[in-house]
């Protein structure tokens, strides 16, 4: 079996790189065990040119010449940037669109995971924004993708909602709305876990203050793990 390379450093994505990443993305996304963990856009050459055009940094690895991983941010300028994401001025108004990015998309090849790679691109991605003065982070996640919302959790996010977003192909999509603040916030009183995928009792949580901070696995059950800040958030 031929050895596979290491990856090389992070470096950002322009726009020559449209046609590859095109390619990767669909390459993901017909591989993914669940449809609802992420979707082709309904113009995916539209969107890749979005991520790589004017408005975002978007951060890609390379191994062997090709990409094995990405990430992308949207740097929203004004209220209302985020719309298109489904997410609505009332979702964003912790902070002002110049200190905002969102997480758009983060992928990472099938045969490269479990390296480190989605760490080294958070790290390059806490990195860049920081730089750019854009220090709240902002994700969303489908309930069912541990995946993505564990890595989350696990690099500071905390899970502030849950969204439904309306999608003009595939309808209502639920969604974890995932918050990183510049500094950590203190929390107080103990754990309370609830199943990762039920929407109505979680959001029984956010109603009383709670925000989501750890995660488990109990039983083959996905749990996150639901604290109070110890002080006004």
Not at 87 to 100: M, Q, V
Not at 146 to 151: A, E, G, L, V
Not at 182 to 191: I, K, R, Y
């Amino acid at each position: 079996m031929a050895e596979r390379e290491t990856p090389d450093a992070v470096v950002r994505l322009d726009r020559a790189a449209a046609d590859e990443l095109l390619a990767f993305r669909r390459r993901i996304i017909d591989g993914l065990p669940d449809k609802d963990f992420l979707h082709e856009e309904p113009d995916e050459p539209g969107f890749v040119a979005r991520l790589l055009g004017d408005g975002a940094l978007t951060l890609g690895i390379v191994a062997d010449r090709r990409i094995v991983a990405y990430t992308a941010l949207i740097l929203p300028a004004v209220p209302g940037d985020l719309e298109a994401f489904g997410l609505d001025r009332r979702l964003t108004s912790f902070t002002e669109p110049g200190r905002l990015a969102y997480i758009a998309a983060t992928m990472v090849a099938p045969e490269y995971r479990g390296h480190g790679i989605q760490n080294r691109l958070t790290r390059a991605r806490h990195a860049a924004t920081q730089r750019l003065g854009r220090t709240h982070h902002l994700a969303t996640a489908a309930l069912g993708n541990r995946f993505s919302w564990r890595n989350a959790i696990s690099n500071g996010f905390h899970v502030r909602t849950i969204v439904e977003l309306d999608d003009p192909t595939y309808g209502r999509l639920t969604r974890f709305l995932l918050h990183r603040a510049p500094q950590p916030v203190p929390l107080a009183g103990p754990t309370i876990w609830h199943d990762a995928t039920d929407a109505i009792g979680q959001r029984a949580l956010f109603e009383s203050g709670f925000r989501g901070v750890e995660h488990r696995e109990r039983n083959g059950i996905q749990q996150v793990g639901y604290r109070r800040p110890s002080s006004a958030p």
